[in-house]
Structure formats: C-alpha cells, structure tokens
C-alpha cells in the first residue's frame, strides 16, 4: 500500500499548507448568516464543516473531486469485460484527488484481498445475535467487535504525536474497508441461506468477490455491485452516516468506532433505510393490487394514500436535491441496458413519471423529484436479491469508501473537535426580544 499512502500523504500536506494560508488571509471571511429558523429546522443550508472528497450542488447532484457520476462511469478504470466503474478506483479519486491509473486501482483490489481475513470473534458477536435481528443491527454490531483490530487506539495509548494520527487512521481505515464485504456477506448467509458462508476469492476484485460471498456470480450482478457500491459512496460531508463519521472521528475515537457511528444513522429510514422502504411499498402497492405492473392511475392514488395516512412517500425528496439525483439516473441506465422489461423496474420508472407533480401538488416538499433509494431495490430484486431488509447494508459498504477516505483527510489536515454551539428557546425568546 506504501505508495498510495505516500502519495495521500504528500497531497494532505500540500493542502494543509494552503488551507493555513486560507485561514491567515481570509479567516475572518463571513461564508453565511445563520437564522433563527435554520437553527430549530435541522441546520439546513448553514455551511459548517469541510469535505473534500465530494460536493454536492443542488440541481447537478453529486461531483467526486470535481467529476460527475457520467464522467465517473465514463473515466474510472474498469474490471476485464466490465463497463462499470471499480470502486477500488473511485476510493483513489477521493482519497488523493487524482484519476486512477489501472494499475493504482488493482493495487488496491489487492491490498483490499490480502488485509480482508476477518477475526473469529466478530462472527461470534454476529452469531450471539438472533437471526431475526435486523441486518443493520449484526452489521454495527460488527464493526463495533472488529474495533479491537484497531493500529490507531493502540498508537494513541501507547502515545503517538498529533504528527502521526492520520498514517493510523489510514491503516484502520483500509483494513476496515478490506473487511466489510465479508462480515455483510456473512450476515446475509447466515439470516437467509442458513448459515451456508461462500469463502472469499482473493482474485477478485472488491466488489466481485462481494458478489460472489453473497452467492450471486452472475456477471451482470457483478457490474450492478461495481455501480452500487460506486455511487452509494460519498454525498458530501453534511448528511447523517458521513456527519455522524466525522462528527465522532474528530473526538479522535477510531475509524472502526467513527464508522459504527455513521452506520447507525445509516440505519434509520429517512436515511439509508430508505431504500428497503421503497422495495416494501412497492411490493405492497403490488399486492394490493393483485398485479406486479400497476398501471399509472393506480400509483397515483397509492401515492395519494400514502400522503393522506402520514406518510413519507419512500425514495422521493432530498434535503440538498432539488432535481432527480444522478444516482437514480445511472441505475435507470443500467436498467435500460441490462433488465428493461422487469415488472418491478418498469413500476419504479412509472412512479417516476406520476410522483413529482403529486408531491409537488403539495406544495410544503422542497424536492419532489426521486433520490438514489428510489431505483436500487428494484436492480437488486431483478438478479434475486429480494432480502429487502438487507439493502442498507449494501449502501453501508458503499458509504465506508466515502466516510473513510474523509477520516484520513480529516487527521491528516489536523482538524479539531467538533463542538458546535446550541441555545434554549429561552435563550432564542430573549434574543429576539433584545434584537
Ligand atoms: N413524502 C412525503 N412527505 C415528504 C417527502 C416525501 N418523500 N419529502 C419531504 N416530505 C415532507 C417532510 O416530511 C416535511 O413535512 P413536515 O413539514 O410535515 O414535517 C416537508 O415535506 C418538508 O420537508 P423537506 O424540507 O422537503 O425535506 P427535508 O429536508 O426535511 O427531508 C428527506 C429530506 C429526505 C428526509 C425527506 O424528503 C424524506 O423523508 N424522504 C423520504 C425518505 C427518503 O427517501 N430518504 C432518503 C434520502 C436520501 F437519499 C438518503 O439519505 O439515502
């Protein structure tokens, strides 16, 4: 790993020497006023914190290090006979800011192969679960007992200099990454084809040896993981499993605490949930219905439904997004390419077409339009993956890629604590009142 490492390192300090210059020339710069409304209405719009694996703008999407999803899938170095992008690239990108070469990306397939052996006692913990725990649940759970792998809380206790803490946190971070497929791998066979683990192929690269522990070898599969497991990774730095990330990494807790963190707030459905949410409302609006192609009329009025019973409309809306995200985009094109004619895929497409002017017909939600958990269930269910509970854990390795390439920007730029201000309304009554 020694000259990917170097590299990153020798990149960190570059940027670290200009962002001390930033800060002494411009460190008074105002970058936005903050509201009264914005500080009781989750923060939305106040930039606060620095990202630098990617941006997201609004109305284009997301942009890794300046490259768009197209550009992405169009310029990442790709596996033999594939046409997706290798995440193992994607990582590189966002990690040194600079387009892999083919031989950069397979140097990490492999560093990722050699370091993924995992430790016994982390299946016993997923084993002390019942099985009916819900995927999310054994996943922290095992990332929690994997923590005892940690080079960084060894270092730190053993009492490294500040100098130092980013080349742990990177060690961490890659082992960390090299494990992941084979602990969710090992949940999934464990939960839904009793107990039967699919060793590992070192071979392959990440995200087909993923493919191949879950028990899926279909090549088309294969491609979807290497596209999933690219575009699920990084949304910049505000949204809840990279914020919880980066927000428990800068009390120093290491990357297998730091990730836990993010991973628990993946698990909740406004966020990473999201995506079983919308293969479960799908699969009962079908059932409802008595037929897998409900026909647009009837979408509608289940969409109304759901809006007149309280509900979220699963899959739709964003925080940041105000257009269809790209992430949905690219998955419709793999769709197009590789299953157009499967029920469940053409009844996504078809809420696509319906939803955005009933939601926007309701005139309180910001974004109508449908983000990255509005397609991927349906992708998955095609090639067979129906476990829908499971989903969250496939955006969880994904999102390792992201998080953790931030983590080591993070340390390696020396970045403080994070500690926020927060008022009472108390408080907010008598400064109005004085304002
Ligand atoms: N269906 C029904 N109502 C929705 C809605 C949807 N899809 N999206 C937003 N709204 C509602 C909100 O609940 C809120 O209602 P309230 O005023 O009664 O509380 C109102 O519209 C304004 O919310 P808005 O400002 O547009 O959205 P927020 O930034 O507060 O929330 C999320 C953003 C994503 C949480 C919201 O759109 C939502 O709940 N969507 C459905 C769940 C989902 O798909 N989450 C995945 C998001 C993402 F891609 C990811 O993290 O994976």
Redesign the pocket.
């Known amino acids: 790993m020694g000259y990917v490492k170097d590299r990153f390192k020798e990149i960190a300090d570059i940027q670290s020497q200009e962002i001390k210059n930033l800060i002494a020339q411009h460190g008074e710069t105002k970058v936005g006023d903050v509201t009264l409304a914005q500080v009781y209405?989750?923060m939305?719009g106040i930039t606060g914190l620095v990202t630098e694996t990617s941006l997201l703008d609004s109305n284009e999407g997301i942009r890794f290090r300046g490259f768009s999803i197209p550009e992405l899938r169009d310029r990442l170095p790709k596996a033999e006979g594939g046409n997706e992008p290798l995440p193992e690239g994607l990582f590189y990108l966002m990690l040194t800011g600079q387009v892999p070469t083919q031989e950069d990306v397979e140097h990490i397939s492999a560093t990722w192969a050699r370091r993924s052996h995992v430790p016994n006692h982390v299946f016993d913990v997923i084993e002390s679960f019942p099985v009916s725990s819900h995927p999310m649940t054994q996943f922290c759970a095992a990332i929690l007992a994997l923590q005892t792998e940690s080079k960084f809380a060894k270092a730190y206790e053993e009492g490294i200099s500040k100098k130092q803490y980013w080349d742990f946190v990177y060690e961490d971070s890659m082992t960390l990454i090299a494990r992941l497929p084979r602990i969710a791998a090992y949940i999934y066979r464990r939960k839904y084809k009793n107990g039967e683990h699919i060793q590992p192929d070192g071979m392959l690269d990440w995200s087909a040896n993923f493919a191949h522990m879950l028990g899926f070898n279909d090549d088309g599969f294969k491609e979807l993981m290497r596209l999933y497991l690219t575009i699920h990774a990084d949304?910049e730095g505000g949204?809840?499993?990279a914020h919880a990330t980066h927000l428990v990494g800068s009390a120093l807790s290491d990357p297998y605490l730091s990730f836990t963190a993010g991973m628990t707030g993946?698990a909740g459905?406004?966020?990473?949930?999201?995506?079983q949410?919308?293969i479960r409302w799908i699969e009962e609006l079908q059932k409802e219905l008595g037929t897998d192609r409900p026909t647009k009329e009837q979408i509608a009025q289940y969409i109304k439904d759901?809006?007149a019973a309280g509900?979220?409309?699963?899959?739709?809306?964003?925080?940041?997004?105000r257009k269809t995200?790209p992430?949905f985009t690219a998955q419709m094109e793999f769709a197009k390419k590789h299953c157009p004619d499967d029920a469940t895929v053409q009844t996504v497409w078809n809420v696509y077409e319906v939803a955005p002017a009933i939601?926007e017909s309701?005139g309180?939600?910001?974004?109508?339009w449908p983000?990255?958990?509005?397609h991927s269930g349906s992708l998955l269910k095609h090639y067979g993956l129906v476990e829908e509970d499971f989903y969250t854990v496939l955006?969880g390795v994904s999102r390792a890629l992201g998080v953790l390439a931030s983590l080591c920007w993070d340390r390696a730029l020396g970045f403080p604590i994070e500690r926020p201000k927060s008022i009472t309304t108390e408080w907010a009554k008598q400064f109005v009142a004085k304002n």
């Open positions: 209405q989750g939305r949304h949204n809840v499993s993946l459905p406004l966020h990473g949930l999201a995506n949410e919308v759901t809006l509900k979220v409309v699963p899959g739709y809306g964003h925080a940041v997004l995200d992430r939601l309701t309180k939600i910001k974004n109508p983000n990255v958990d509005a955006f």
